[in-house]
Nanobody, 115 residues
Framework: QVQLAESGGGLVQPGASLRLSCAAS????????MGWYRQAPGKQRELVAT???????NYADSVKGRFAISEDSAKNTVYLQMNDLKPEDTAVYYC?????????WGQGTQVTVSS
């Protein structure tokens, strides 16, 4: 069974950068698309970035130009580089498969952007 472990969050000021990591452990069978999701307080979880195993990426409009998703298949790890962070990026960030969520959610990593 695959387990997901997110890390790299923190408390930063607006305009700062963070790099999130999502490590997958266990047996992985042909995961073709991975994504980063986030859930802000009182809001539904939303998909913000995806990457295919061929390296194609896609982003939500709200993060386009500021976030970059990548993966290291040898390490079973997906990354999210977040630049020019804004207060509205504050959320718990998770990774999982997409468009269908097929793995158990990890604990997520908290990102707080505040001055």
């Amino acid at each position: 069974q695959v387990q997901l472990a997110e890390s790299g969050g923190g408390l930063v000021q607006p305009g700062a950068s963070l790099r999130l990591s999502c490590a997958a452990s266990g047996v992985i069978f042909s995961i073709s698309v991975m994504g980063w999701y986030r859930q802000a307080p009182g809001k539904q979880r939303e998909l913000v970035a995806t990457v295919t195993n061929e390296g194609f990426t896609n982003y939500a409009d709200s993060v386009k130009g500021r976030f970059a998703i990548s993966e290291d298949s040898a390490k079973n790890t997906v990354y999210l580089q977040m630049n020019d962070l804004k207060p509205e990026d504050t959320a718990v960030y998770y990774c999982n498969t997409c468009p269908t969520v097929r793995l158990s959610w990890g604990q997520g990593t908290q990102v707080t952007v505040s001055s």
